[in-house]
């Protein structure tokens, strides 16, 4: 059961129960730290994503959807950066404006997820923007996830629907399988690099566009996968 256990846990204990935020924390060093949140409807595969990028596994069934985890920590290495992501899940406050208003001011980065086989996840995409743009810190990274891309049959959002949305609203898109695992690095790696240089940048350097890189590297449902 020790899979079950949230690694918030193992925080603590590694630290003699002192909350210590830096590099001797635990056997994993790291050169920057930063807090990113999954929001969406309920059942959209937050946790899923999370244990699939977290340990590499799929969690199919229901119990996981009701008691979630509540976060856990992975080390990434953005071009000799370790940046270490404290991924926050956020179980039991998916309805809208459930989300503790100081939740969102912490967040450096927010997954916001919808899937493509429930059209309702993705109608209240708008209300979740909403909520982030009223709370969260304005600098804040936002990538709009469209998962359950391997639900082919039972598909209802079109891949163009989430595009234009997240061009509307001027955020990162791509379309993840939890339980395929596509996309789903890509899409912590991205939010990791686009800290990094948020942080590292300096003024005379491009600005670095997390929508170009993803762009590039995503996989499309019936191109690359399988
Ligand atoms: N086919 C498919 N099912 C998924 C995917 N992600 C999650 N699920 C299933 O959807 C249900 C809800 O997932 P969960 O992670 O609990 O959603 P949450 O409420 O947003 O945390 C579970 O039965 C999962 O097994 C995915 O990418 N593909
Ligand atoms: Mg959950």
Known sequence: MGKDRPNGADFS???????????????????????VMLIGDSGV????????????????GSFISTVGIDFRNKVV???????????????GQERFRSVTHAYYRDAHALLLLYDV??????????????????YAQEDVVIMLLGNKADMTSERVIRTEDGERLANEYNVAFME???????????AF?????????????KPTDPKFSVTDYVNQEKQSVGCCSS
């Open 13 to 35: 204990v590694q630290n003699g129960g002192k909350r210590q935020p830096n590099r001797q924390m635990s056997t994993e060093l790291y050169d920057m730290a930063s807090k």
């Open 117 to 134: 086989s429930n059209k309702a996840s993705f109608d209240n995409i708008r209300a979740w923007l909403g909520e982030i743009n009223e």
């Open 176 to 186: 993840t399988s939890a339980k395929t695992g596509m996309n789903v690095d890509l």
């Open 77 to 91: 290495d953005v071009e000799g950066t370790k940046v270490k992501l404290q991924i926050w899940d956020t179980a």
């Open 45 to 60: 595969g937050k946790t899923c994503l999370l244990v699939r990028f977290k340990d590499g596994a799929f969690l199919s």
């Open 189 to 201: 790696m991205a939010v990791a690099k686009d800290l990094k240089m948020k942080k590292t940048r």
